[in-house]
């Protein structure tokens, strides 16, 4: 299947500062990537939708001025966590879809804000 | 929009025992589910899928089965494996104005006892 990296898979940072993740399609041009957190034990939930070229559609209570999605190209997806504060401490996963129905996941970044 | 329940929540079955996991969906315009399968630290990974056309699929020891006049689907894992061990999504599909959302059932844990 197609492969989605993601980086850094791992990130530390103080509260106040900003995060940005990297979410990548590696073999095949993303029209539409997807941007998901997910909290311990809990499902994955939807935060914005990108499709290239255009402005990320958020999900109702997800603050688009904290989190900042830029889809700059067909093969590239950014988040930012702008401000980070503990309370933004989760799994942060991405998808990406060409044109069929299928979403390829990424591995995961995992933020802890301090 | 879409609602995804799934259960049960937490599964331990027998190495070589079946395991079912049942979801239901309430979005009759839903038309793709796909199962996904994650692993501690990881992003989720595409086990199977069924289309809103079709009423059963397998694929080796994995099998899902949709009823739509019902709105539900299941996951059929047969013989299973101390490797099947994760959790396990289930998710609705469709496409409101032109791109793809997708609901993510509330996961199970799956622990197959060797």
């Known amino acids: 299947g197609a492969v989605v990296s993601q980086h850094p898979s791992r990130v530390i940072c103080k509260s106040g500062t900003s995060v940005k993740i990297e979410c990548r399609s590696l073999?095949?041009?993303?029209?539409?990537m997807f941007w998901y957190r997910q909290f311990p034990k809990k499902s994955l939930m939807l935060m914005a939708t990108?499709?290239?070229?255009?402005?990320?559609?958020?999900e109702q209570g997800v603050e688009k001025d904290k989190f900042l999605i830029n889809h700059a190209s067909l093969t590239l997806s950014t988040l930012t966590v702008t401000s980070a504060h503990p309370e933004d401490s989760s799994f942060y996963i991405c998808?990406?879809?060409?044109?069929?129905?299928?979403?390829?996941f990424g591995p995961g970044t995992r933020l802890t804000v301090l | 929009g879409e609602n995804v329940e799934q259960h049960p929540s937490t599964l331990s079955v027998q190495e070589g025992d079946s395991a079912v996991i049942k979801c239901t969906y309430s979005?009759?315009?839903?038309?793709?589910f796909p199962w996904y399968k994650q692993e501690l630290g990881k992003g989720p990974q595409l086990i199977i899928d069924?289309?809103?056309?079709?009423g059963e699929k397998k694929d080796q020891r994995i099998a899902v089965t949709l009823n739509k006049t019902a709105k539900h689907f299941s996951l059929h894992i047969t013989e299973t494996q101390p490797e099947d061990s994760a959790v396990y999504f289930c998710?609705?599909?469709?496409?409101?104005?032109?791109?793809?959302?997708?609901?993510f059932g509330t996961g199970t844990k799956l622990q197959v006892i060797p």
């Open positions: 998710a609705a599909s469709t496409s409101p104005g032109g791109y793809q959302k997708v609901t």
């Open positions: 069924i289309r809103s056309n079709v």
């Open positions: 073999d095949f041009q993303a029209t539409t």
């Open positions: 998808s990406a879809r060409d044109l069929g129905s299928e979403q390829f």
């Open positions: 990108s499709n290239e070229g255009s402005k990320a559609t958020y």
């Open positions: 979005d009759s315009a839903s038309n793709y």
